[in-house]
C-alpha cells in the first residue's frame, strides 16, 4: 500500500491494513489535495491511486450540478468542525453508470497539517431501489401506513395534520384523533415555531423536498431529536406535504459513544458500527475494538487473551474462516453471532519476512439490512400466496372448494411457519364443527381436533369473532381478565401464540379459523394480520358457494 511518509505519524500497520480492506471508500485530505485513498476507494471510483494523488483538489471528484454548493459546505465545516459533516453527492468516476454516494467528514483533531477524513459510503444502489419504489403500486402502504418509523400528511396553509400512521400514534403517544385535531406547531417547543414557520414559507415557494434535524414533543412531554424528510404532494385536494420523521436519539447517543473512543482508535475505524479484531497463529485474540462490540454487549478489549476457537466453537462457519486465513488466504462471509448479522473478512498478518503471524478481521453490523430482506421475502411470498388463492377460489366448482381449502390452509401454514391450522365452520350459536385442519411436520396432533366446539362457553371469543375482529394473541398473558376459560382453552392445548380469524360473509359468522405456534412465539404485523383476514373471507365465500349448491341440489 503506497501510503506518504507523513500519515505514517498516526496510522499504525493494523489500522492500515483495516482501511485498506474496509468495505468503504477512505479518503485522507490535506488542505484539498488527497493524500490517501483505500483500495475500496480506488474499485469504487475506477482511478487509480496515482490518479487521485496527482489531483489538484479533491472537489474535481465532485460533479458539476452541485459541486459549489458541497464546496461551500465542506469549506465551512472545516472552519468550524463540530462533530460530523454528512451529506450525499455524485461523483466523477472512471466508469459509465454515475456514481451516488454518501460522505462522512471528520476533521482530525489536534492535527497540524488539518486533515480531514472522508468516510465514501456507495449508494447507487439504494437510489436505484427508491426510484423504483416510486413506480410500485402499494406505494402508500409500504412507504406511509405500514412504515415502521412514524410518518404525518400535514396541510401547507394551516400546518393542520390530516394523516398520520400507526408507528406515529405509537412513538408519539397520542390516538389519531387527537392527531388529527392538532398542528405541526403542536409538535414543537413554543420557541421553535417561528423557525418552523419560516421554513414553511419557504417550502410555499417550491422546495419540493426537505430534510433537517428538529426536537418534537411526545404526549408526555418528553422530547426526542428526529430527523425529518418531507416532500410536497396533493391530499384530497389540498396542498400538503408528506412527511418521514426519524427518531434520531439512539443514533445520537452512538455518536456520543464514538468519541469516547477517539483516544484509542482513528475516527476511520469508530465512525461506523464495525469490530477490529487480530489473533495470533494459536488463535488468542490479540485486540478487539470497535462501535460493533456494543451489539454483542461486549467492551473493547474485554475478550483479548482468550482463545477465538473456545469463544465461538458452536460457530462452525466462522472456525472455517479464521482457519482459512491461518493458512495465508484473505476469506469473507457472514456471519451469525446471538442474532447479529456481521459481513466478515478476514486477511492474514505477515511480519517484515513475509510469514504469518496471526489474522486480522474486519466485521461490519450488517443486520438490519437481513432482517429487511427476510421481512420483504415473506411478505412478498405472503402476498403472492393469498393473490393466488384468491384468483383460484374465484373459479372453483363448489365440488372442488374442500380440496381447494386444504390447499390453502397447507400452503399459508407452510409459507409462514405454522404449527397447527384448524377451520370450524358454524352449527349454530352454541356450536362449531371441525372442517379442516393441518399440521407441521414434527408437530402432534390435537386429541380435541375432531370433536365440536363449544363456542358458547367462550364468549369473550365468540363476541369478538361475531364483529369481525381478528384476535390476536402473541401469548395467553395477553388475555384480559374476563377471558378466563379462553386462557384456559389455550393452556390446556399448549398453544405459545395464536391468532383467530373469524369467516364473516356478509353480515353473519360462518366459521373461524386458528393459525398457532406450538414451540415458540410469534408476533405478527398489521399486515400479515390483513392477510389472514382476506384469507377469512375468502373461504366464508368459498363456503357460501358449497352451501348454496348442497341446498340447491336438495330442491
Known amino acids: 500500500m503506497n501510503v506518504p511518509h507523513r500519515l505514517k ?22 488542505g484539498a489535495q488527497i493524500v490517501y485513498a483505500n483500495e475500496t476507494f480506488q474499485r469504487m471510483t475506477g482511478y487509480a491511486e496515482e490518479q487521485l494523488l496527482a489531483l489538484s483538489s479533491f472537489f474535481n471528484l465532485l460533479d458539476d450540478s452541485h459541486k459549489e454548493k458541497h464546496q461551500e459546505k465542506i469549506i465551512a465545516f472545516r472552519k468550524n468542525p463540530k462533530g460530523v459533516l454528512r451529506f450525499q453527492a455524485v461523483l466523477r468516476a472512471d466508469r ?8 462522512t467528514l471528520t476533521v482530525l483533531k489536534n492535527d497540524p497539517q488539518d486533515r480531514m477524513v472522508a468516510l465514501v459510503r456507495d449508494i447507487t444502489d439504494q437510489k436505484r431501489l427508491q426510484e423504483a419504489v416510486k413506480d410500485q403500486e402499494l406505494q402508500y402502504k409500504l412507504l406511509f401506513k405500514n412504515n415502521p418509523n ?39 417547543r413554543e ?33 426526542m431529536d428526529v430527523e425529518v424528510i418531507s416532500h410536497s404532494t396533493l391530499f384530497e385536494g389540498k396542498m400538503a406535504r408528506v412527511m418521514l420523521a426519524y427518531d434520531m436519539t439512539e443514533h445520537l447517543k452512538a455518536e456520543s459513544a464514538l468519541k469516547e473512543t ?59 474462516l479464521l482457519r482459512k486465513s491461518l493458512n495465508g488466504e484473505s476469506a469473507r462471509d457472514v456471519l451469525e453471532v446471538g442474532g447479529i448479522y456481521f459481513e466478515t473478512r478476514c486477511s492474514p498478518l505477515k511480519d517484515e519476512e513475509g510469514k504469518n503471524r496471526g489474522v486480522m478481521g474486519l466485521c461490519i453490523d450488517i443486520t438490519e439490512t437481513k432482517k429487511m430482506e427476510q421481512t420483504l421475502r415473506q411478505r ?54 371441525p372442517g379442516f385442519q393441518w399440521r407441521a411436520e414434527g408437530v402432534e396432533a390435537d386429541p380435541d381436533s375432531d370433536k365440536p366446539f363449544p363456542v358458547a362457553q367462550y364468549p369473550w371469543f365468540f363476541q369478538k369473532l361475531s364483529n369481525g375482529e381478528v384476535i390476536d394473541l402473541a401469548s395467553v398473558e395477553d388475555l384480559p381478565t374476563e377471558a378466563s376459560a379462553e386462557r384456559k382453552l389455550i393452556q390446556n392445548r399448549k398453544v405459545q401464540s395464536t391468532v383467530f380469524v373469524p369467516m364473516i360473509y356478509g353480515e353473519k359468522l360462518l366459521g373461524f ?21 382476506m384469507t377469512g373471507e375468502h373461504l366464508a365465500r368459498s363456503e357460501e358457494r358449497r352451501v348454496g349448491k348442497e341446498c340447491r341440489s336438495r330442491w
Open 96 to 103: 459509465p453508470q454515475a456514481l451516488a454516494v454518501e460522505i
Open 9 to 30: 505519524t498516526f496510522l499504525d500497520d493494523v489500522l492500515l491494513k483495516a482501511i485498506g480492506d474496509i468495505g468503504e471508500g477512505i479518503l485522507v485530505v490535506e
Open 262 to 320: 477517539e483516544k484509542r482508535l482513528s475516527a476511520i475505524i469508530t465512525s461506523a458500527p464495525i469490530i477490529l479484531f487480530t489473533i495470533d497463529l494459536n488463535g488468542i485474540i490479540t485486540m478487539s475494538e470497535g462501535l460493533g462490540l456494543k451489539s454483542l454487549n461486549l467492551k473493547p478489549g474485554e475478550v483479548v487473551g482468550k482463545s477465538v476457537f473456545d469463544l465461538y466453537r458452536d460457530n462452525p462457519t466462522g472456525i472455517a
Open 191 to 223: 420557541e421553535d415555531v417561528p423557525k418552523l414557520l419560516k421554513k414553511v414559507d419557504n417550502l410555499k415557494s417550491g422546495v419540493n423536498v426537505l430534510k433537517e434535524t428538529v426536537l418534537h414533543r411526545k404526549k408526555d412531554s418528553t422530547l
Open 380 to 433: 412478498e411470498s405472503f402476498e403472492k400466496l393469498i393473490t393466488s388463492f384468491s384468483s383460484k377460489f374465484i373459479n372453483l366448482a363448489p365440488e372442488k372448494v374442500n380440496d381447494g381449502i386444504a390447499k390453502a390452509l397447507k400452503s399459508i401454514g407452510e409459507t409462514i411457519g405454522m404449527d397447527r391450522i384448524f377451520m370450524f365452520l358454524q352449527k349454530s350459536p352454541e356450536m362449531a364443527i
Open 513 to 533: 379459523l386458528t393459525f398457532s405456534t406450538l414451540r415458540s412465539k410469534k408476533v405478527w404485523t398489521e399486515e400479515h394480520l390483513a392477510l389472514l383476514k
Open 150 to 188: 412514524p410518518m404525518f400528511i400535514y396541510d401547507l396553509e394551516s400546518l393542520a395534520i390530516l394523516s398520520v400512521n400507526d408507528a406515529a400514534i405509537l412513538k408519539y403517544g397520542y390516538t389519531e384523533k387527537e392527531f388529527l385535531g392538532m398542528t405541526l406547531k403542536d409538535l414543537r
